[in-house]
């Protein structure tokens, strides 16, 4: 299980109701991965570096802000932490990515 300190930290910058279930998704590129799910919804945790985390964050909410559909930013720590909303794949990736695309080139005119 997860350092006891990160799941304190996340549980309260979702700053709803427990309890939460958190389920290891394994490592990735420089920490740790778990997918989080509770009354308040299901959420995406990863750990890492603080500064590359914090510049995902800060990208994740510009491309929002231009109207890109990306995973809101819920919460970010600079002892390395990032809370994602958690979005389920659908069928229609290959849709999904064309419109993304299209979406990225508008932001980039």
Known sequence: MQ???LRSAVERALDAPGPWRWRALGEGVGGAR???SGADGTWF???GDADV???EADGLAALAANGLRVPQVR???DSGWLLLEWLELGSDRAEAAARFGEALARLHL
């Open 34 to 36: 778990w997918h989080l």
């Open 53 to 55: 985390l914090m510049a």
């Open 45 to 47: 945790v990863k750990t």
């Open 75 to 77: 919460g970010a720590s």
């Open 3 to 5: 350092d006891m300190s």
